[in-house]
């Protein structure tokens, strides 16, 4: 499921600040990963504090993290974004229940309008071998050498 920083603005209700050079894709910035820890952030990770008391937001910023989520105002470093919300721990309950919606809602949609039966082969004790036709070949029909590719 993809996830942006508006959507994370949205499902919790929260008040998005953008730094004054906010992330190259903006609001539409993917969002990879939440941390609760701020010593465990990656660069692109969104650190959220649940704790009503100080956290380490430098840290976060230090450690390369997209964004910030807490329930005190932030001023994002460049390039990054804080996200105010007035319960953290509710915050997160209402984005976990937003993105099983979400989930829910697709699938049904995808399974909505199946008119085609699929087959579906399954290879037996061992892997195939399996070789296309144009694998290894240049634009004149020429095999350079012999592609391999295992189905599992």
Known sequence: M????????????????????????GELAQVERICLAADEVQPGDVFWCLGGGPCDFDLAFLRGALGVVGC??????????????????????????????????????????????????????GATAIFPPTCGQDGKRRANQRCRRTAA
Request: overall charge negative; glycine content about 8%.
């Open 2 to 25: 993809n996830l942006c920083v508006v959507d994370l603005a949205e499902l919790t209700g929260g008040q998005l600040q953008l730094a004054a050079m906010p992330p190259s894709a």
């Open 72 to 125: 005190r105002p932030v001023e994002p470093w460049p390039g990054r974004f804080s996200l105010i919300v007035a319960d953290p721990a509710s915050a997160l309950e209402r984005l976990v229940s937003g993105l099983l919606g979400r989930t829910a809602a697709a699938e049904q949609e995808s399974f909505a309008d199946c008119s085609e039966l699929k087959d579906l082969q399954l290879p037996g004790a």
